[in-house]
Every structure is written in structure tokens, then in C-alpha cells.
């Protein structure tokens, strides 16, 4: 949460979704907690919890990687 604004990461996303998919499919999804959510998940009418960004560094990175590394990763799109 910053100010008024939520912002959410989503990972998994296949090479060939644009990111207006992943938004259309994240806005058909019920989210719980977290900040973090993959993408095969997400879906109409699915309720999904979130993951924390720790917890989805771990599952991503082996737990090896600081916060700038993770944070410098998903700034390049390549997650």
C-alpha cells in the first residue's frame, strides 16, 4: 500500500500474455492477503491468497537474492 494506491506483483506470467491479460485476469480474480500472486492462478471467480514478496523471493530465487536484486528483476520484465 502506498497512499491510496495498492500495488500487486504477478509472477509465472507465459511468454506470450501481455500484461493487459495479466490485468484483466487479475481484476476476475477475489485476492487475499499478500502482495504477490502467480499467475496460473488467477482466474474468474477464484479466490487466491497472495504470498508475501519474501515468500515468493524464496520460491523464485532460492532464497539467494537481496531485495535490490529481486526488486532490479522485475524492474527489467523479466519476471
Known amino acids: 500500500m502506498h497512499g491510496d494506491v495498492n500495488t500487486y506483483m504477478v509472477i509465472d506470467i507465459p511468454d506470450n500474455v501481455t500484461a493487459g491479460m495479466v490485468l484483466h485476469q487479475f481484476n476476475q480474480t477475489i485476492t487475499v492477503r499478500g502482495e504477490v500472486y502467480r499467475y ?40
Not at 487466491?48 to 537474492?65: K, L
Open 40 to 79: 496460473p492462478t488467477l482466474g474468474v471467480g477464484k479466490i487466491v491468497f497472495g504470498e508475501g514478496e519474501t515468500e515468493a523471493q524464496a520460491a523464485e530465487f532460492g532464497d539467494h537474492r537481496s531485495s535490490e536484486e529481486m526488486s532490479a528483476h522485475y524492474r527489467e520484465g523479466r519476471a
